[in-house]
């Protein structure tokens, strides 16, 4: 049976200060549960509602809709809701090519790389302290599970790219097209936020400024991050 201590908790796991004082975070849908559990994402507890299919998940705790709409961060919730622990942070060495991100705000956006990162074979996402939180439940939801096969770390931007001396290579509207670069066999990928691109303090250690060149005539700005990582990771892995 469901405490009134257990609905506080998973509540409480929306905000961010929460759920890093527990190390827990929730996420939700039978498909995202499933694809951390099968990943080794250690559970804290499964709730399933009259919906959902308790027999798929092992030591699930049965609920009504009512009491899962309660925990749910979403409009109408999905019949399965999953708390889970935090990963460790993991080795942050560079073996391959790694994906940093300056100050990236929204969560679908986060959310998004972080599969495209797991898509392309990238295991280590570095970002920098004010990029939004990956455990934040819109983040979750975007990732669809990626989240468990990528090593994704909050460090001091300034101070990790002091220490590489690999490549730093930086998204700008005005650098080279990818599309003609020599793009090392391994290295750093920098991507900026949403607005203002990557910021003058991280800028300068960039080695080599990169573009996704525009072919039409349109009056659009710039592409959407996730995007623009989309089409800059398919260029890295081509060869």
Known sequence: ???KNQIKLVVSLKQKKYR????????????????????????FKVFVDESGRVEEFKEAELVSNKLLKEMSS????NGVLGVFYMAEAGNTSIQDWVVVLDAVRDPGNLGTIIRLCDWFGISQLTC???????????????????????NIAYVDLEEYLG???????????DGESVYSS???KKGILVMGNEANGISDAVGKFITKRISIPQFGASTT???????????????????
């Open 1 to 3: 049976m469901v405490t």
């Open 20 to 43: 890093s004082q527990h190390g827990l975070f929730v996420v939700e849908g039978e498909k995202v549960v499933t694809e951390l559990l099968r990943a080794g994402v250690k559970p």
């Open 74 to 77: 979403l409009t109408h919730p």
């Open 128 to 150: 920098s302290q004010d990029t939004v939180d990956c455990y934040n439940p819109k983040v979750l939801q975007a990732t669809m599970g990626s989240i468990a096969r990528v």
């Open 163 to 173: 220490k590489t001396n690999l490549p730093v290579y930086g998204a700008y509207m």
């Open 182 to 184: 020599d793009l090392a």
């Open 221 to 239: 700005e710039s592409l959407n991050v996730a995007t623009a990582t989309a089409i800059l990771l398919n260029e890295i892995r081509r060869d």
